[in-house]
């Protein structure tokens, strides 16, 4: 990866993955102007209970097989790293890629409880964030609690992030897209299940 390497980084539980998150990828590529979305499928969300939790490895499979795209990359990097926050991530994936400009993306939902993550202003200054707005959720994420403090460094165009000083948030309009992974879970109650059995064993 050369410097200046441009890479979005969505984290999430994945659980499973969807078209939803292919969406927001695909649009975050063309629209920043991306050279690779890194998929940051997440050993275990400590904003979410275990219980119903599918394994990492399908998880990560679903990933793969959603994603489709040669510069979406689905990764269990933060497995490799030992990390499960995302400021110690961040910091971890600065150490290892220095060349790398990376930007966060999350969607509106994910905005709404942001305040909730650790260390989430010391995110807001390590990259820029990108918010992918989601139907349902996008009016509400902008009275989030965390916009409170980042509304000061909010920009209308988010194709400019590069030029940004941080903290620095902005948004990109996806139009409606009412995918969720909590209504996959409840018409396919076994997709974790599926999914490993269909997976090759190792050599």
Avoid: C
């Amino acid at each position: 990866m050369r410097k200046g390497f441009s890479v979005g980084l969505l984290g999430g539980s994945f659980n499973p993955a969807h078209g939803g998150h292919r969406r927001m990828s695909l649009a975050a590529l063309e629209r920043l102007g991306l050279d690779e979305i890194w998929w940051l499928v997440s050993p275990q969300n400590p904003l979410k209970p275990v219980a119903g939790m599918a394994p990492l490895a399908a998880r990560l499979a679903s990933a793969k097989r959603v994603a489709r795209h040669p510069r979406i990359r689905p990764t269990a990097i933060e497995a490799e790293l030992g990390t499960q926050l995302t400021i110690d991530t961040l910091q971890a994936l600065k150490r290892r890629f220095p060349q790398v400009r990376f930007v966060w993306l999350m969607g509106s939902d994910n905005l709404l409880q942001f305040h909730r993550w650790a260390a989430w202003r010391e995110i807001a200054r390590q990259v820029p964030i990108v918010v992918m707005a989601r139907p349902l959720y996008h009016g509400r994420s902008q009275s989030a609690p965390a916009m409170g403090w980042l509304r000061r460094y909010r920009h209308r165009n988010a194709a400019g992030w590069r030029s940004w000083d941080l903290p620095a948030i902005a948004q990109v309009n996806l139009g409606l897209d009412t995918t969720s992974a909590t209504a996959l879970r409840r018409s396919d109650p076994d997709w974790a299940d599926d999914i490993l059995e269909k997976q090759e064993p190792a050599a």
